[in-house]
T-cell receptor, first 112, second 116 residues
């Protein structure tokens, strides 16, 4: 499978715990994006990388959130001290220099 | 700021009929892109069609076409000859065109159900 891969697909955690999601983009894609989708809503932009550089972060990305793409390949999104409001689907997408976004199937987070 | 409005929370259509999903947008940008995505129950967002703000002709991709009316700021998706597999959530989105980055702003979506 050569699509965007996300892991884990589902995560249930208790409030206050840290969680980390991983995204493996399509190999030749230099841009990688993170979006968040809450129930009944469309996805919302969080941040994006061009190669290893994080070029923009949304105001939605509080200090408890950190994203990295250390070697310009896979990316991680960590949420520290999770809150119930963090419960959502976290979607990763990648794109070549010119072309449409290819999304992964998402990582669903439930914070109890 | 950009905004997408999808006013149809749900649509029910008979198989083989055509269906139009409404989308209006608001932006002060001169250059922007308009997108439609399909989201089946598996959760993956599947790209359907793209229209650039300076494209004079409406985009088409197979059974999908985008009815772009710039003056009315609308970008409706038309699906011809609907199939049972078309049942899904459909999202309209837009992005400014800045060095190729796609910071999409999505609408709230329309749930399309195709009845046999």
């Amino acid at each position: 499978d050569t699509g965007v891969s996300q892991d884990p697909r589902h995560k249930i955690t208790k409030r206050g715990q840290n969680v980390t999601f991983r995204c493996d983009p399509i190999s030749e894609h230099n841009r990688l994006y993170w979006y968040r989708q809450t129930l009944g809503q469309g996805p919302e932009f969080l941040t994006y990388f061009q190669n290893e550089a994080q070029l923009e972060k949304s105001r939605l990305l509080s200090d408890r959130f950190s994203a990295e793409r250390p070697k310009g390949s896979f990316s991680t999104l960590e949420i520290q001290r999770t809150e119930q409001g963090d419960s959502a689907m976290y979607l990763c997408a990648s794109t070549p220099p010119a072309g449409e976004l290819f999304f992964g199937e998402g990582s669903r987070l439930t914070v109890l | 700021a950009q905004k997408i409005t999808q006013t149809q929370p749900g649509m029910f259509v008979q198989e083989k009929e055509a269906v139009t999903l409404d989308c209006t947008y608001d932006t002060s940008d001169q250059s922007y892109g308009l997108f439609w995505y399909k989201q089946p129950s598996s959760g993956e967002m599947i790209f359907l069609i793209y229209q650039g703000s300076y494209d004079e002709q409406n985009a088409t991709e197979g059974r999908y076409s985008l009815n772009f009316q710039k003056a009315r700021k609308s970008a409706n998706l038309v699906i011809s000859a609907s199939q049972l597999g078309d049942s899904a959530m459909y999202f309209c989105a837009m992005s400014p065109i800045i060095q190729g980055a796609q910071k999409l702003v999505f609408g709230q979506g329309t749930r399309l159900t195709i009845n046999p």
